[in-house]
């Protein structure tokens, strides 16, 4: 009943779906402590905020991973499968907490937002699964929050920014634990062998390619060149059969 007058409301025009009551918390946060997997999709397709934050710094994520389990009236969660299987999950826990939460990721929601308390979603988690969250969403840049980290600060280990911010701004501390940089490592690119070679192949495709289409033209020539010669043959014998056609008749 909930779910159809939620589906009823979201239906009216001029919805607000990111009001908020006295505790800091939107519609969405509501769902998400009801433990209601069908409200909460109803509100995300309707534009809910995903990063907002409740009076202690919580996004929707601190609460959905403290789940055990979600429910639903409506709505399917055929789209849950590829996160419980990556988990390591039964099909029976594509309803829990952990679950829901990577869906509510996959729509842009940040596990790596820290509540008051200094605390991410991820650090909820239990232990089993925090390497594999990471995985699935690993952490944004702390400078430009939009591209993900790549470069890992030495000697504190920590990896917090991406390559491009680092190269721009060369902080001399960690962003995250403010210690002194005295070296970084970042993925490692392709060599220039590499490159090289495949730009050598690029070249002798596009060589093999133009002598291909070369080929197919001079073969093409030689066909309408034979053709040509035939049709004047053909005339030539054609002429010549007139001249001996009115000889005769000339002569007898």
């Known amino acids: 009943q909930r779910y159809d007058v939620v589906a009823f409301l979201l239906s009216q025009p001029d919805v607000e779906v990111n009001t908020k009551n006295i505790k800091e918390t939107t519609p969405l946060f509501d769902a998400v ?35 055990d389990k979600f429910h639903s009236e409506e709505e399917t969660g055929e789209h849950l499968d590829y996160f419980w ?10 309803l829990c907490g952990t679950v829901i939460a990577c869906y509510l990721g996959r729509s842009k929601a940040n596990f790596h937002q820290k509540n008051n308390s200094g605390k ?77 070679e495949k730009q050598v192949a690029h070249s002798a495709r596009k060589i093999a390619d133009g002598s291909n289409r070369f080929y197919k033209l001079e ?24 001249r001996l056609a009115f000889s005769w008749k000339w002569n007898y």
């Open 85 to 94: 299987k990556r988990l390591g999950l039964e099909k029976e826990e594509k």
């Open 120 to 196: 991410t979603p991820v650090d909820l988690i239990e232990s089993d699964y925090q390497e594999k969250i990471k995985e699935l969403f690993p952490p944004f840049c702390l400078l430009c929050g939009v591209k993900e980290v790549s470069v890992t600060l030495l000697p504190c280990g920590d990896k917090v920014i991406c390559r491009k911010c680092y190269e721009e701004n060369q902080p001399r501390d960690c962003p995250k634990c403010e210690k002194p940089i005295k070296n970084f490592t970042v993925p490692a690119t392709p060599k220039a062998e590499d490159k090289e």
């Open 219 to 242: 073969k093409m020539t030689d066909l309408i060149r034979n053709q040509m010669q035939q049709f004047h043959n053909t005339a030539n014998n054609s002429r010549l059969h007139n």
């Open 33 to 67: 402590s009801l433990s209601h997997f069908g409200i909460l999709q109803k509100l995300v397709s309707h534009g809910a905020e995903l990063d907002a934050l409740d009076a202690d710094g919580n996004n929707c994520l601190h609460l959905a991973v403290k789940k």
